[in-house]
């Protein structure tokens, strides 16, 4: 079977390497002479490939034989193209193909869910396959090619790990607003390109420390300069941008808002003045249908408290950022109020991904299984513990730091623990693992209307209403909630308040300065009971949600 084969090819085999390096003068000659040995693809052990600095012009299809690969390295050869069974090769991490002479690249290339690093620098690229499914991407350069825009998907909120996009020297006219989606971005280059001008959203992105602009023919030349005296300079400007945007944008709504209030009569005066509150309309329980949560004994002295609620009719839609926003929002309660989840936690579903009746448990981690948020395979607990502890050790060698970042800070807080928390739909299936990820199961999207929150503590439960209330505050200020007419606008009997609570005189006056329309938010009470069927609590009740930030319309019989 052997014979004739490269003698590299050989001792690989033989001595059942893991690791090929093809390159050098000795190989430039066989591969000109002869070509290719194809009994390379027959090394399907192989884990690193690096064919480098050759003549090779084409690789074979063969090349997704090496299902195994987890880096594969084709840096300065002459290659044309790109077999499209490079898409087989899901367990890759690196990719190196720069250096060559690729036109275009396979759409199978976005089958590489596993990819850590691609470069694809310094080729004569025109466009680039969607990137949104690799979600462990952290490292993108697409420098030194012919695109005119970035990547289709590389502003999918779920690249959580981005941190560094290299874009220099292309042709690119404009970059997207969606890119404050990048949670993590810390590097942009796109020096030498064709922009003039920069979204203000870029100002959002809370990691980003370096901004190359060098090169491209800005219309407001302040963002050169700026750029090259410091990159928080030019943030900061385009944050002004922003905020003044917003406020064009939030004055034309309010011009709106003044015509309505003209064309009222006289005695419509308290119509007018209800325009002027955000509303939260609480939706009761219903004994036939409501939404049940049963905790279990063993979860007791684990993380005890819980308190759900499910928010209705949301609207993401209404600009590109409210999403990413939405989920901003969360991640700045976990600093803040959630003290950085020391106290509490905060998990989302996708109400209709949710099956009902749920179960709050513990148990052993080896037999928590749950698909986390962004992955695609099922993890035990145990598991996913031991990589993130991994992942952080890495890090911290890595960067030479002591702190962490990202869930890595939130490890210890199950340190010691023989059973963990979880949530259970009615298949079984693990959707909630409090406090480090909720489920990939029942992930909200831009096209969730309904969503079921849940707020976990091992303190109390005053801890946990607490976080829900500045949630659902919060939640009504970025406007995400639907357009608030009057108090309410009823089309049945049913939705009929009988209690109205928030008018009280002398209460403190609503800030009006956010100039937008008052919103409303519609808050279904979820129920959390023990294993004997007793109440433990129901949010929101009676006494929930006294804040002077809002009027509240509870729809009791």
């Not at 004739?4 to 093809?22: D, I, K, T």
């Not at 200020?477 to 009280?504: C, R």
Request: glycine share 4%; net charge neutral.
């Amino acid at each position: 079977m052997a014979t004739g084969m490269w003698e590299e090819l050989l001792a690989v085999l033989n001595e059942n390497r893991r690791e090929l390096n093809l390159q050098g003068p000795a190989i430039n000659k066989r591969i000109e002479e002869r070509g290719l040995d194809e009994k390379l693809f027959t090394l399907s052990g192989l884990n690193l490939l690096k064919l480098a600095g050759t003549p090779l012009e084409t690789v074979p299809d063969k090349l997704g034989n090496l299902v195994n690969l987890t880096s594969l390295m084709l840096e300065n050869n002459k290659l044309r193209e790109l077999p499209a069974t490079i898409g087989d090769l899901t367990s890759l991490k690196f990719l190196d193909i720069s250096g060559n002479k690729l036109e275009k690249l396979p759409v199978t290339l976005s089958n590489l869910v596993n990819i850590q690093s691609l470069n694809a620098n310094l080729n004569l690229l025109t466009s680039f396959p969607d990137v949104s499914k690799m979600k462990v991407l952290a490292y993108l350069s697409i420098a030194r090619n012919k695109l005119s825009s970035l990547p289709e998907g590389i502003c999918d909120p779920s690249l959580i790990l981005l941190s560094t996009i290299d874009a220099a020297n292309n042709e690119i006219v404009e970059l997207p607003s969606e890119i404050s989606n990048l949670s993590h971005l810390i590097k942009l280059d796109v020096t030498a390109n064709k922009l003039e001008t920069l979204p203000p959203e870029l100002s959002e992105c809370p990691k980003l420390r370096e901004v190359i602009i060098a090169e491209n023919k800005m219309k407001d030349r302040k963002l050169l300069k700026l750029a090259e005296h410091s990159t928080k300079a030019l943030l900061n400007y385009l944050k002004i941008q922003l905020e003044k945007q917003q406020a064009l944008e939030a004055g034309n709504a309010n011009k709106k808002i003044e015509k309505s209030k003209k064309k009222k009569k006289k005695g419509d005066k308290k119509d007018i003045e209800d325009l002027e509150r955000d509303i939260i309309s609480v939706l009761q329980f219903e004994t036939d249908s409501g939404f049940v949560i049963s905790a279990t004994p063993a979860v007791m002295s684990v993380r005890q408290y819980l308190v759900c609620c499910i928010i209705r009719n949301l609207d993401f839609s209404k600009s590109n950022n409210m999403f990413k926003r939405f989920i901003n929002l969360q991640t700045r309660l976990h600093e803040s109020i959630c003290e950085k989840r020391q106290t509490a936690t905060i998990a989302t579903h996708d109400l209709k991904l949710v099956k009902a009746p749920l179960v709050y448990d513990a148990n052993l981690p080896h037999t928590i299984q749950i698909t986390p948020l962004f992955k695609t395979k099922i993890t035990t607990a145990e598991a996913l513990m031991k990589e993130l502890r991994n992942e952080a050790e890495a890090f911290r060698r890595e960067k030479k730091r002591s702190t962490l970042s990202g869930i890595h800070k939130y490890l210890d807080l199950l340190k010691d623990k023989s059973h963990y928390p979880c949530l259970r739909d009615a298949d079984g299936d693990v959707i909630s693992f409090p406090p480090i990820t909720n489920s990939e199961k029942t992930k909200i999207s831009k096209e969730t209307t309904d969503i079921l929150v849940e707020v976990t503590s091992s303190a109390n439960f005053d801890i946990c209403k607490k976080v829900m209330e500045e949630l659902l505050k919060e939640t009504l200020l970025i406007g995400v909630g639907t357009p608030s007419e009057g108090k309410m606008n009823f089309n049945n009997a049913k939705d009929k308040p009988t209690e109205v609570e928030g008018d009280a005189e002398g209460e403190p006056e609503v800030d009006t300065s956010r100039m937008r329309f008052p919103q409303k938010l519609t808050v279904e009470q979820v129920k959390v009971i023990d294993a004997q069927g007793n109440l433990r609590v129901i949010y929101p009740s009676r006494v929930d949600l006294q804040n002077p930030a809002f009027d509240v319309i509870r729809n009791y019989e």
